[in-house]
């Protein structure tokens, strides 16, 4: 970063810390992940420079012939991937995306049906303080509150009786397996689009570690980062019937010209995971999870559901004598990083719920196995019972720094 030290140290230097934090510490955010170098040159190249409104061959700028070609490279790659009759990989990521298949199927006031934000959905599955539950009219589902699995009754009986023109599907904190093939029963019996939104399972359904939604549903929107390990970027699947609503929906729709560096990237991360080793890479990670959640029940942590069958652990930790946010606060201090969150049903208010989520696409990336796992399971419960300790968190943070040490992760500089 010699460039960017001589014109703005202060950023560079931010830039160096938080290498160094990315580098010494446990990543446990279920949504992060780390890109490969390939991946980040195609996001720092000059393609950042260039315009280009419309779709490729129909542009409102001269000079896309190179463009075009990036971006048909990457819809070409997508539909491969995902076996999916149509692509679009405009959108700036997996929330306009979704807004995206709401405008293309909707008018304002219509309702659309998603799973609870406090039940392990997403602020854009039509929560109040989103604009997808303000400006449609949200019919949310819940998980069953036995078995903390999604109430697939609840669903049925929700969609005949409101009838939504649009049924989403998928979650941001839910640790099972959706059964795809029911709700697009459902959604075909009251005439809903029916979407699926898989964020952070598509690295999974590329790597065949998880059920593929792509046949059942007439939509899936998904992130290009998360378990895909791709740019930061949202990217469209879709039946070929729908692929001229999307397109207008996307562009012009909701946005302008696409961020065509973001796109270079996405084609590169798609390559990426058409490879043998990103397959082995997805089930890793299925691996990795179930190992953590079964590691931490043998320590005493009450896992949501009781486990996992992705990418993340769903963790209500109040049993420990803790809540959500200080527990992750010092989990943080201990070279630790995960995020606070709601468990279903919690009584607890959304910025100190209380659970917390764990995932595993970014330890194994760098290569974590079960012996790494159960350590880090070890450290948790560590701080669990020494949350008030900084001497402890401390320590535990210089033995996560050394571990890290000796699983250096993709696209970051060794120390």
């Not at 997996?94 to 304002?108: D, E, I, T």
């Not at 904190?173 to 075909?188: C, K, L």
Request: aromatic share 6%; hydrophobic share 40%.
């Amino acid at each position: 970063m010699n460039h960017l030290k001589e014109i703005d140290p202060e950023i560079a230097e931010l830039i160096s810390q938080e290498t160094t934090r990315q580098r010494d510490k446990i990543r446990l955010i279920p949504s992060e992940n780390y890109v490969t170098n390939a991946v980040l040159e195609a996001t720092g190249s000059v393609l950042t420079n260039k315009y280009s409104e419309g779709y490729a061959k129909k542009r409102y700028y001269e000079g896309q012939q190179l463009i075009d070609q990036i971006e048909l490279l990457a819809i070409r790659r997508a539909k491969a991937l995902f076996g999916s009759e149509g692509a679009n990989v405009q959108p700036y990521s997996g929330s306009p995306a979704n807004l995206a298949v709401y405008f293309a199927f909707c008018r304002p006031g219509d309702p659309i049906m998603g799973l609870a934000l406090d039940h392990g959905g997403h602020l854009t599955h039509g929560w109040g303080v989103s604009i997808t539950g303000d400006f449609f009219t949200p019919i949310r589902y819940e998980l069953h509150p036995e078995t903390h699995l999604i109430d697939y009754d609840m669903v049925r009986d929700l969609a005949r009786k409101h009838k939504p023109k649009v049924i989403v599907a998928g979650a941001t904190a839910y640790p099972r397996i959706i059964d795809f093939e029911a709700f697009a029963s459902v959604a075909a019996e009251v005439g809903a689009v029916f979407c699926v939104d898989m964020a952070h399972i598509a690295g999974l359904v590329a790597g065949g570690a998880h059920p593929s939604p792509v046949p059942r549903a007439d939509v899936v929107t998904t992130t290009t980062h998360k378990s895909l390990r791709g740019p930061r970027g949202g990217m469209i699947l879709m039946k070929k019937k729908h692929r001229k609503a999307i397109k207008k929906a996307v562009f012009p729709g909701l946005q302008g010209g696409p961020h065509n560096h973001t796109t270079a990237a996405i084609a590169v991360a798609l390559k990426e995971a058409a490879t043998d080793e990103f397959k082995a890479y997805a089930h890793k990670i299925v691996e990795n999870a179930k190992h953590l959640a079964a590691s931490l029940n043998e320590k005493g942590f009450n896992l949501v559901s009781g486990g996992t069958d992705n990418h993340l652990v769903l963790v209500d930790v109040t049993k420990l004598g803790t809540t959500g946010k200080p527990f992750a606060q010092a989990l943080d201090k201990a070279g630790i990083v995960c995020n606070y969150n709601t468990v279903p049903f919690d009584p607890r208010p959304p910025m100190d719920p209380s659970g917390v989520r764990l995932g595993t696409p970014a330890v194994t990336s760098r290569g974590f196995g079960k012996p790494e796992i159960e350590q880090l399971a070890g450290w948790m419960a560590q701080v669990a019972t020494h949350i008030d300790d900084e001497a402890k968190l401390a320590r535990v943070a210089e033995e996560v720094k050394e571990l890290c040490a000796g699983f250096p992760a993709p696209g970051m500089p060794v120390e």
